[in-house]
């Protein structure tokens, strides 16, 4: 006797990875935001987060529309951007 396959799991992932790089940057701009080497620092790593964002809200808007896990399209869309903007404004405030 034969089972019917259930179709594969995929998992749930929202592709947020680049929050990690943009808060590490965030975070040593918060702690050692008055060294320049921090400043440097944050930049590069920040940079990094932002070329990963700038890949990944293209694939979630993707999704958005697609109407496939909206919510979590939109959630990282939301937390991606936010990440950003706020690197940006912290490291004009240097």
Known sequence: MTSPTAPPQHPVTTNTWPILPLALALLVLRVFGDHSWAYWAAAVVGGLGMIGTAIEIPRAVKRLLAR???????????????????????????
């Open 68 to 94: 496939r896990r909206s919510l979590a399209a939109s959630w990282t869309i939301v937390l991606l951007t936010t990440a950003c903007v706020l690197l940006v404004i912290r490291l004009a405030e240097s």
